[in-house]
């Protein structure tokens, strides 16, 4: 299997971000909307500019499994309005206190706590929303769709993480421990993604296991590199504060750069591994792991 790679990878990537763009753009109220400022927030973090790969990952693991690429853009736009949501989050005063993403004054910067707050529930409730009203989905991928998302979310995803981080917060753990954090603060929506994908094809259980380790491992990796950004990347390249989690442990002070970046090898390795069954059929989802070991933002 070759991956795709270079101008045809960047084409494949920017088209289906511009997919998912407009489909979010769809999506959400316009401006204007009663309460305004409700739909202003949401817009905000939704539509700024980003790299999508959530939400390329569902369509990409979909045509893998020749499925209905309408039904996989809603599965698409409910993961990225999940993402919009713990991103601002994330960047809460009571969480990691940033001041930048995707180089714009985050959403309690620019609106306000209230308002950011208000705005991450109500993305999450539109993206369950957007499931239970996709007309082309069967009442039983629907069902599964859900639960999948609401898993991901949870105790057992992103919210688990995120409470196993702040937890962690100023103590030395170990590799485990960090693995454990990230495998579903970041992992989680990955495996979701490729799920999704799978669900919205029909995919068979031991496709969708495949899948699933290869999100996995890329989730994982894809983690790393933002820890190695987060070290020594350009908040003009990256979009973001740079140095913010220097007071948790992190892949790159529990492993070090080079450690770091040996563990992304292996991570991805491991994720273009669980393709091997698709063949030349998964070129895509192993140009996108690709594309994370090299990433620079």
């Known amino acids: 299997m070759t991956p795709i790679a270079g101008s045809e990878l960047t084409a494949y990537l920017a088209e289906n971000a511009a997919l998912v763009d407009e489909a979010l753009e769809r999506a959400v109220p ?10 202003e927030a949401i817009r905000y973090t939704l539509l700024l500019p980003g790299k999508r790969y959530r939400g390329i990952l569902v369509l990409a693991a979909c045509d893998l ?14 993961v990225e309005m999940v993402h919009a949501a713990s991103l601002i989050l994330d960047d809460l005063p009571s969480m990691d206190d940033a001041t930048l993403r995707r180089g714009k004054p985050t959403l309690h910067k620019a609106m306000g706590e209230a308002n950011a707050i208000l705005a991450a529930v109500a993305l999450l409730n539109g993206a369950f929303a957007m499931l239970q009203a996709s007309g082309g989905l069967k009442d039983r991928a629907r069902v599964l769709a859900t639960a999948t998302l609401a898993e991901a979310v949870g105790a057992a995803g992103l919210i688990g993480g995120q409470v196993a981080d702040l937890d962690a917060t100023g103590q030395r753990i170990d590799l485990e421990a960090l693995e454990y954090i ?30 699933r380790r290869y999100a996995k491992n890329l989730g994982l990796a894809f983690q790393i590199t933002d820890d190695l950004l987060d070290y020594s990347g350009d908040p003009q390249t990256t979009g973001k504060d740079a140095g913010l989690d220097r007071h948790r442990t992190t892949f790159v002070n529990l492993c070090g750069i080079d450690g770091a970046r040996r563990l992304v090898d292996e991570l991805i ?19 996108l792991a690709e594309r994370v070991r090299e990433r620079d933002r």
């Open 30 to 39: 316009p401006l204007g909307t009663p309460p305004p400022s409700l739909h």
């Open 65 to 78: 499994l020749k499925g209905d690429r309408d039904d996989a853009l809603t599965l698409a736009c409910a």
């Open 269 to 287: 390795g491991a994720s273009l591994a669980a393709l091997e069954p698709f063949g030349r059929r998964a070129a895509v989802l192993a140009g």
């Open 182 to 211: 990230h495998s579903h603060k970041t992992g989680a929506l990955f495996i979701a993604a490729a799920e999704l994908g799978a669900v919205a094809a029909g995919g068979r259980a031991r496709d969708t296991e495949a899948l």
